[in-house]
């Protein structure tokens, strides 16, 4: 079975800052997307940024960015010049390569932004 | 698009009640899946959907829980009878062949009191 983990319950950054959240994921199948999603206290899911297992360049999307090693089944988001909007819970989903698949989600990590 | 739509957002009743979630998807989509999320457990997957047939049921926590997807813009999710320890956020989510996300409703937050 897949499973992900975050190892950083709470991270805290200041406003302009840059943070990386971390997150590792287990898996043995070689067809898998990689997500992030951000929960602010609306409780609304947004995805923020995804990967695709098969592409080596890592994904980007504005201020946020990610740093994909497959072999050490990494995925870690990295917020460049957080703003107070950043502040959420932040979630680590896999999904298996068919779209008609379940996501499998991290913990979570709770991100601060402080003025 | 409006977006996945569910109701109601709020839902508070006594242990032993039934309780019904409805899940609109968005339009064209032909996988729907449920979720919860609770403190302790974090996001869990209960049942998915594809073409309106169940896929995979197997985080339906008990025979108190049921799902049906009558036809390919609505779902509900039933708890007959409800227990304090559904209390939860209750997502519905969907998505097609060829788009790489799942878009979330707003959830629907459950208290059983």
Same mark, same amino acid.
């Given at each position: 079975? #897949?499973?992900?983990?975050?190892?950083?319950? +709470?991270?805290?950054?200041?406003?302009?800052?840059?943070?990386?959240?971390?997150?590792?994921?287990?898996?043995?199948?070689?067809? =898998? =997307?990689?997500?992030?999603? /951000? #929960?602010?206290?609306?409780? #609304?899911?947004?995805?923020?940024?995804?990967? +695709?297992?098969?592409?080596?360049?890592?994904?980007?999307?504005?201020?946020?960015?990610?740093?994909?090693? /497959? @072999?050490?089944?990494?995925?870690?988001? /990295?917020?460049?010049?957080?703003?107070?909007?950043? @502040?959420?819970?932040?979630?680590?989903?896999?999904?298996?390569?068919?779209?008609?698949?379940?996501?499998?989600?991290? +913990?979570?990590?709770?991100?601060?932004?402080?003025? | 698009?409006?977006?996945?739509?569910?109701?109601?957002?709020?839902?508070?009743?006594?242990?032993?009640?039934?309780? *019904?979630?409805? %899940?609109?998807? &968005?339009?064209?989509? !032909?996988?729907?899946?449920? $979720?919860?999320?609770?403190?302790?457990?974090?996001?869990?997957?209960? &049942? $998915?959907?594809? !073409? !309106?047939?169940? &896929?995979?049921?197997?985080?339906?926590?008990?025979?108190?829980?049921?799902?049906?997807?009558? !036809?390919?813009?609505?779902? *509900?999710?039933?708890?007959?009878?409800?227990?304090?320890?559904?209390?939860?956020? $209750?997502? %519905?989510?969907? *998505?097609?062949?060829?788009?790489?996300?799942?878009?979330?409703?707003?959830?629907?937050?459950?208290?059983?009191?």
């Amino acid at each position: 079975a #897949q499973t992900v983990t975050q190892s950083q319950p +709470e991270m805290s950054v200041q406003e302009a800052e840059t943070v990386t959240l971390s997150c590792t994921y287990d898996t043995s199948e070689s067809d =898998y =997307y990689l997500f992030w999603y /951000k #929960q602010p206290p609306s409780r #609304q899911m947004i995805l923020v940024i995804r990967q +695709e297992a098969y592409k080596q360049q890592n994904a980007t999307e504005n201020r946020f960015s990610v740093n994909f090693q /497959k @072999a050490a089944k990494s995925f870690s988001l /990295k917020i460049s010049d957080s703003q107070l909007g950043d @502040a959420a819970m932040y979630f680590c989903a896999y999904r298996r390569g068919r779209s008609g698949s379940r996501l499998t989600f991290g +913990e979570g990590t709770q991100l601060t932004v402080n003025p | 698009d409006a977006g996945v739509i569910q109701s109601p957002r709020h839902e508070v009743t006594e242990m032993g009640q039934e309780v *019904t979630l409805r %899940c609109k998807p &968005i339009s064209g989509h !032909n996988s729907l899946f449920w $979720y919860r999320q609770t403190m302790m457990r974090g996001l869990e997957l209960l &049942i $998915y959907f594809n !073409n !309106n047939v169940p &896929i995979d049921d197997s985080g339906m926590p008990e025979d108190r829980f049921s799902a049906k997807m009558p !036809n390919a813009s609505f779902s *509900t999710l039933k708890i007959q009878p409800s227990e304090p320890r559904d209390s939860a956020v $209750y997502f %519905c989510a969907s *998505t097609s062949a060829g788009v790489g996300e799942q878009f979330f409703g707003p959830g629907t937050r459950l208290t059983v009191l």
